[in-house]
């Protein structure tokens, strides 16, 4: 039980890269990206095949006649489609998303399973889930953190430049360009771990029978940074903020996730 255990951490973690490396191609046209998920998402689907085979042939059940068998088959369904539409069609919007609720069902799936069949180790594999959510949450905080840093840094420079004050601190600060380009790629990181984390604490909370608000102030906390950072991308992307503008945006988005983190938690009624 312990190797199925973990066979089911590795699609996870799997199918957790290819989501990052999709939603990277999806916002910045990222070939390489586009090619390393494709292959990830492949060992998802390999390993789902297996599973399936294994069901079909050995066990002579077709994963069909119980809702949990039904999630089973029907994100191993996206994912094909998700492949054929990646290697046939020129659609990343689709191919993400996609991805994205096959990632959801599938993960539900696993920890239904877990949850039933799997005794203790399946209770364990539930609870790291728990950590996990938590661990991404926190690590795409770093990334805005990070972001948010390069923002001011972009605010102080470029205010120095203007003052003519800027050619002394150049050096030690950075220059304008990089700066702005460097806090980009930390909001386009970080989204979707937070995207990951969010989708890994409801499905959590729904499997472990955890009392679940969504009306909690930590949950709404949590899914408005996740927006406040979406509408990031989307003015830098669709309607071509950069620079000073956007750098003054993403102060005020980190302002946003600090209440999240520190007043929300506080006030919340199961985190923290």
């Known amino acids: 039980m312990f190797e199925l255990k ?5 699609i996870l973690v799997v199918f957790g890269l ?5 939603f990277i191609d999806f916002i910045q046209h990222n070939r390489k990206a586009r090619i390393t998920a494709f292959w ?11 599973f399936l085979l294994y069901e079909v042939f050995i ?9 949990n068998d039904s999630l089973f088959f029907y994100a191993w369904i996206l994912v094909t489609f998700s492949l ?45 889930i728990l950590v996990t959510h938590i661990t991404l949450a926190i690590v795409s905080y ?57 989708i890994l604490g409801v499905v959590w909370a729904y499997v472990a029978d955890a009392e ?24 830098r992307l669709v309607r071509g903020y950069q620079g000073k503008s956007i750098s003054m945006y993403n102060t005020a988005a980190f302002l946003i996730l600090l209440i999240n983190f520190f007043l929300f938690s506080s006030l919340s009624n199961f985190h923290f």
Not at 92 to 107: C, D, E, K, M, P
């Open 212 to 235: 679940f608000y969504w009306f909690d102030l930590k949950t709404i906390g949590s899914l408005l940074v996740f927006a406040v950072y979406s509408v990031y991308l989307f003015l």
């Open 142 to 198: 770093g990334f805005f953190t990070i972001s948010f840093l390069l923002s001011l840094m972009y605010i102080l420079q470029y205010r120095l430049l203007k003052n003519k004050k800027g050619l002394k601190w150049m050096w030690r600060i950075g220059d304008l360009k990089g700066l702005d380009n460097y806090s980009y790629i930390a909001v386009t990181i970080g989204v979707p771990l937070l995207l990951i984390g969010i």
């Open 18 to 22: 290819s989501l990052i490396g999709y």
């Open 40 to 50: 990830l998402l492949s060992m998802v689907w390999i390993i789902q095949t297996v």
């Open 59 to 67: 066990e002579n059940n077709f994963p069909v006649l119980t809702l």
């Open 84 to 128: 054929i539409i990646n290697k046939l069609f020129p659609v990343h919007f689709i191919v993400f998303f996609t991805n994205l609720f096959s990632f959801f069902i599938l993960l539900l799936y696993l920890l239904i399973d877990a949850q039933e069949n799997m005794n203790n180790s399946g209770v364990e594999l539930v609870n790291e």
């Open 6 to 10: 973990w066979l089911y951490e590795i």
